[in-house]
């Protein structure tokens, strides 16, 4: 690893069919109540995400400065199971559950070493810029079919 | 309405066992493809919930500083139907579904004017503050439950 | 008020020059530090700017919309006085201190009753759609004069 | 760079006296007006202000969960020279600009690439549970001492 990579952000790895991204709780994602605020795991979730497709090869900032379309979250649920604090170092691990022509589910756990802190699912819609469901680009369901349960690696 | 009343936030309102809560789209609460992004209307939803329970009676501020205990969201699910813009009026229509000892589940939907927006379903918990399930306190159960579907109003 | 009014978010008014605008404080709003996080204040004062423009009679979405332009914070200085908790109901007062070609500088303070919890002073630049200073309308520099200290009212 | 640290959160590192903290801009960092919404800086330069006191070897939560007190922004200047955008990898470099008994001034400038997005100056003071000014504990004194720019490396 090199300097400059030192002080360039992750974008998570994949191992197998995983995502493997590193969260840590700043002061911005609490509440006065001490623990992680419920909808803050929405965006860490959504961090991974975005990088988990960074990683695969899919450029989500091309696609939209080219007016193709944009991911958006048309359906989610979470069970939060153990809050997280200030300072602790989460990892979420993302795996694609499901690809359809203009969609695909995601599966996201978020985990304090051998703690679950919450179970997600989410599926993400293409849509165009006027926000109609597109089939998503063909290189971007290729990348996803290699992610998916049934495929061997 | 006097003077001092224009002053203060509001808190919504409830008509029958609907309570009823706006909320304006903010720069804040858009992201960069046009649309409010989808973890903040979990925040809109929250603030619904706490002005629930202030216009039901319940004080949730006392009972965190009396160590009594907080709630805390262990479930929640939420269907984007509609994209809502910078700018928009929308309305928080939040119904108590169901009550249990150490929990109550809660009905949102989110309007801009017909235009169902978000329909959504919120487990909160009631945790001691070392973060472990706890009845509710008594008054706050007699005050849900007459906001149940299957009370007389 | 009409019931229809009470559903509908409001946009604060003027007193004079001083535009006041009601904020409730939620848990999304706070830290595990048991305060507001400091960040969120600068969220509260621009739904104060937003809804200062909008009741100045000046519509940011159209002009947005027709890509005459958009506003950005170019400078902001604030001072903390004392903390703001869960469930505070604050005041933020906005006056416009000074008007530029493509810019004005807004002062803004928030209160809790007699208590200044905040004291900020925010330059917004007025911009294109490709980010270049553009002279505001002359509608809006109109209602913005008229706003100004020196000016009779 | 073992397995296990890849999965971890980076902290940043010094070189000299600079902390420097690398930042990927995500959906949630935006606004619909294409950018990067102006208090979201204000939150990377607070992960950055924890990672840098991290690194130098400084405990906020033990500190905060043993009472001792917690830091809180004082006093926040900033200028915005560029925007920023979705995808963006920035990096922030703090250091330490002036040492006072209870209280820290923090210089922040966030780069992409060669480009300055903000230059920001921070003061944190630190507090007691109660909010009132308290000397910062005589091994962080230390630690900052280090950092500032009249000493020798």
Do not use: L, Q, R, S
């Given at each position: 690893m090199s300097a400059a990579d030192i002080d360039f952000p992750t974008a998570g790895r994949f191992v197998g069919r995983e995502h493997r991204f590193p969260v840590r709780v700043y002061?911005?994602?609490?509440d006065f109540s001490g623990v992680?605020?419920?909808?803050?795991y929405l965006r860490f979730m959504e961090r991974a995400r975005s990088d988990m497709l960074r990683v695969a090869g899919i450029d989500q900032r091309a696609a939209f400065d080219g007016a193709e379309g944009v991911y958006a979250v048309a359906d989610l649920s979470i069970q939060y199971k153990r809050p997280a604090h200030f300072d602790d170092a989460l990892l979420i691990i993302s795996t694609v559950d499901q690809l359809r022509a203009a969609a695909c589910i995601i599966q996201q756990r978020i985990w304090r070493g051998d703690d679950l802190i919450a179970d997600a699912r989410v599926t993400a819609a293409f849509i165009t810029p006027e926000g109609r469901p597109r089939r998503q680009p063909a290189a971007w369901v290729e990348a996803f079919t290699r992610l998916l349960p049934n495929q061997t690696l």
């Open positions: 002061f911005e994602d609490t992680v605020y419920h909808a803050n």
